[in-house]
C-alpha cells in the first residue's frame, strides 16, 4: 500500500492511509496470541448454523476509518476457521462486502466444501479487493455460512489477524 504519484500537495493533502482490524471487540488475552469472534463485529465467540440448506450471517463488520471517501486501493486479509459438528459434512462460505446502506456484492468466489472435518481447519482470502464492489468509505463486511449435510452444523469464527488496508481520497 502507498500513496504513489498522486499529482499536486493539494490532492496529495486528501488521501489519507488506514489498516483495522476486523475483530473490533476486546477480549481477554489468550496465551497463544489468537483471538476469534463471530457475529457482528466478533462479540460472539463463534457461530453456528441452525437449519440445513439456510445460508447465515456468521459474521459482519463495519470498516469505517471516521474520514468519508472515495477508496483508491484496498487489500483485505481474511482468515477464518471452520469445522462441523460430524465428518463427512458439505457446506459453503463467502465473504461479501458493500458500501454502508448499499447493496451486497460477492468480493470472494464461493467456497464449496464437500468434506468438512470435526477438527477445525483455517482458511483465508487475502489479496487486492474489488473496489467495484466497495467503492467508498465507511463499508461494510459479512462471511456467510450454510451446511448442506442433514443432521449437523457448521461452526465458524474470524480470527484476530484478520485485516483492512485502504488509500482513501477524502472528501
Do not use: H
Request: proline share 2%.
Amino acid at each position: 500500500m502507498g500513496i504513489g504519484n498522486e499529482g499536486d500537495i493539494a490532492t496529495r493533502l486528501k488521501l489519507v492511509e488506514f489498516a483495522l482490524k476486523l475483530l473490533k471487540i476486546g477480549k481477554a488475552l489468550v496465551a497463544d496470541g489468537v483471538q476469534w469472534g463471530g457475529g457482528t463485529e466478533g462479540v460472539n465467540a463463534s457461530f453456528t448454523t441452525i437449519t440445513v440448506g439456510t445460508s447465515y450471517e456468521a459474521f459482519t463488520v463495519t470498516i469505517d476509518p471516521k474520514i468519508a471517501g472515495d477508496l483508491l486501493e484496498l487489500e483485505l486479509g481474511l482468515t477464518i476457521g471452520l469445522l462441523a459438528s460430524a465428518l463427512n459434512t458439505s457446506g459453503k462460505w463467502q465473504w461479501w462486502g458493500r458500501p454502508v446502506g448499499g447493496t451486497w456484492a460477492v468480493i470472494c468466489a464461493e467456497v464449496v466444501d464437500t468434506d468438512i472435518d470435526t477438527a477445525e481447519e483455517e482458511f483465508t482470502r487475502q489479496g487486492l479487493g474489488l473496489l467495484s464492489a466497495i467503492a467508498t468509505v465507511p463499508f461494510e463486511l459479512k462471511l456467510m455460512c450454510q451446511s448442506d449435510t442433514a443432521g449437523t452444523t457448521i461452526t465458524v469464527r474470524v480470527k484476530s489477524s484478520s485485516y483492512a488496508i485502504g488509500v482513501i481520497k477524502a472528501t
